[in-house]
């Protein structure tokens, strides 16, 4: 069982910065994919960026260029760093863990396992 918890999210401006966190429990941390997906009212949950198993990372095009993922195994953390927000970036925003399989990093049904999710707010 991976228990995952974001953090970090809040009210911001347009053109302002945020930076989201996501802590996993489990010994096994570094073998797990780890994906940032964000859901806005009535709307369904969109891919944002994921760490993959390769080492590298990949971004859903609204948001390259803005968004930087990253990891530190050591801490098993996953932090999403956020700047330039637009208010269209207002959303519902989770963390997810991959524990095996194939599958594209893109679609929640790949993911395993979910954290409870972290309110993202832009004001324009």
């Known amino acids: 069982q991976v228990q995952l918890v974001e953090s970090g999210g809040g009210l911001v401006q347009a053109g302002g910065s945020l930076r989201l966190s996501c802590a996993a429990s489990?010994?096994?941390?570094?073998?797990?994919?780890m994906g940032w997906f964000r859901q806005a009212p009535g709307k369904e949950r969109e891919f944002v960026a994921a760490?993959?198993?390769?080492?590298?990372?990949t971004y859903a095009d609204s948001v390259k260029g803005r968004f930087t993922a990253s990891r530190d195994n050591a801490k098993n953390t996953v932090n999403l760093q956020m700047n330039s927000l637009k208010p269209e970036d207002t959303a519902v925003y989770y963390c997810?863990?991959?524990?095996?399989?194939?599958?594209?990093?893109?679609?929640?049904?790949?993911?395993?396992?979910w954290g409870q999710g972290t309110q993202v707010t832009v004001s324009s």
């Open positions: 760490s993959m198993w390769s080492g590298g990372m």
């Open positions: 489990g010994r096994t941390f570094s073998n797990y994919a």
């Open positions: 997810a863990a991959a524990v095996g399989g194939a599958g594209n990093y893109h679609f929640p049904s790949f993911y395993n396992y």
